[in-house]
């Protein structure tokens, strides 16, 4: 019996001098275009193998660690990645960016370490996430999101030194559901905060009154109605209500005023 050899691919010219195969033909085109398509990302990105050397990077990670001419060279282990940048003095505080991203070189479980860089304006976002093909190493400017973070959290902070001193009782809500509340609201319910947290506003209210509890939410006029509020053992009492919506982490978030009369 004949058997057939296997099929030989035609030499074709690559059109840098070198000849090869059909098949090394297409596969220089396809690594040509997932190098073009990294190049184009926003974000800085990098692929290492298993023994966490270097497979390709984009230029923006190059840029985002703080380096334009990095070492992007295949082969280049990861941690001397790293160690270029932290010698470079990148970092606010460079021991500490050292320690935590000795972190992320260990573990690579994809949780995302923000630190604030030398200028003491931008923020980096590394986010590196270990696989059985190697890993994925990302890195992102998040300053202006950091930014607005951080003005929320101070806002929020003010706001909790505001609604603590208040004589009101307070009751933020999200989703439906009570996140925080403050001690004159601890007081009116005769219950702790924590107990408050997780339950829906209209759960403190008495049922006739729900509805119209409801509605002043979801028109936020800031309008007074009174409503029945139940304590937690059944006692009611009649309270005033106002209701605002506040921006929080979360985007809007509402706010209801109660008070004793």
Request: glycine residues 8%; contains cysteine; negative net charge.
């Amino acid at each position: 019996s004949m058997t057939q050899s296997p099929p030989v691919s035609d030499p074709v010219d690559t059109g840098d001098g070198a000849t090869g195969t059909v098949n090394e033909g297409a596969d220089r085109t396809s690594d040509a275009g997932v190098a073009d398509a990294l190049q184009a990302l926003g974000v800085g990105i990098a692929l290492f193998d298993t023994d966490d050397r270097l497979i390709i990077a984009n230029q923006a990670f190059a840029r985002l660690q703080g380096l334009d001419d990095l070492d992007l060279s295949p082969g280049r282990a990861y941690r001397e990645l790293l160690d270029d940048s932290i010698n470079h003095g990148i970092y606010a505080d460079n021991p500490m960016a050292k320690a935590m991203l000795g972190d992320i070189a260990k573990h690579g479980d994809g949780k995302p370490l923000d630190l604030l860089l030398a200028d003491q304006e931008r923020w980096l976002r590394h986010e590196d996430r270990r696989t059985k093909q190697g890993r994925t190493a990302l890195r992102q400017d998040v300053s202006e999101w950091k930014q607005v973070s951080i003005r929320l959290s101070d806002s929020e902070n003010r706001y909790r030194l505001l609604a603590d001193a208040s004589l009101n009782g307070l009751l933020i809500h999200h989703d439906g559901l009570i996140r925080d509340a403050n001690a004159a609201a601890s007081q009116l319910f005769s219950s702790p905060v924590a107990s408050l947290i997780g339950r829906a506003p209209t759960e403190l209210v008495a049922t006739i009154d729900q509805p119209r509890l409801e509605e002043a939410m979801a028109r936020d006029t800031g309008n007074v109605v009174e409503i029945t509020c139940l304590q937690p053992n059944g006692t009611p009492f009649l309270a005033e209500a106002r209701t605002r919506r506040i921006p929080s982490r979360q985007g809007q978030a509402g706010v209801i005023a109660l008070r004793d009369v």
